[in-house]
């Protein structure tokens, strides 16, 4: 009879260990899955945002450029075009910045400890530097711009 008893005690706690070991499992992989989704999104996000995505602007950029020129063109009407381009700048370095992050969430397995400010530098310069190419591009006419302020 007391046996019988140590051997139920003993399977009811072999479950009770599963059931925990079961339990850790999924509390390990639930963030890890609510991780990899926020990167996904992020990363669909920051493609949409990016300069990569070639029929992007006319969608997301140049309306979002033009909402930010339009909100500093109520403190000064001369604003408009210049902060439409910042607008579209900005705009462009967001959507490197959060591929970048998202990338990080998808890509990464280990978990190690992120340096937000230098993850942030390197998107700065990253996408400023990919700016500064175009720009170069275009004045030594290697890449060809549309006119679109023509005087007659």
């Given amino acids: 009879m007391a046996t019988i008893q140590q051997v139920t005690q003993l399977s009811v706690a072999g479950q009770t260990t599963s059931d925990e070991s079961s339990q850790t499992a999924n509390e390990v992989i639930k963030p890890d899955i ?3 989704l926020r990167g996904g999104f992020f990363l669909v996000l920051g493609y949409l945002l990016s300069p990569l ?3 992007n602007d006319l969608l997301f950029n140049l309306p979002i450029a033009y909402g930010f020129g339009y909100m500093c063109s109520l403190f000064s009407p001369k604003l408009l075009i210049p902060c439409s381009i910042i607008g579209y700048w900005l705009s462009n370095v967001v959507g490197i910045l ?3 992050l ?3 969430d ?3 397995n280990e978990h ?3 340096n937000r ?3 942030l530098f390197t998107g700065l310069v990253s996408s400023t530097v990919f700016t500064l190419v175009i720009i170069l591009l275009i004045q030594f006419k290697i890449l060809d711009t549309p006119v679109l302020f023509s005087n007659g």
Avoid: I
């Fill in 106 to 108: 998808v890509f990464q």
């Fill in 102 to 104: 998202g990338s990080v």
């Fill in 53 to 55: 995505c070639w029929w």
């Fill in 117 to 119: 400010k230098k993850e």
């Fill in 98 to 100: 959060l591929m970048q």
């Fill in 34 to 36: 609510w991780k990899k």
């Fill in 112 to 114: 190690k400890e992120r």
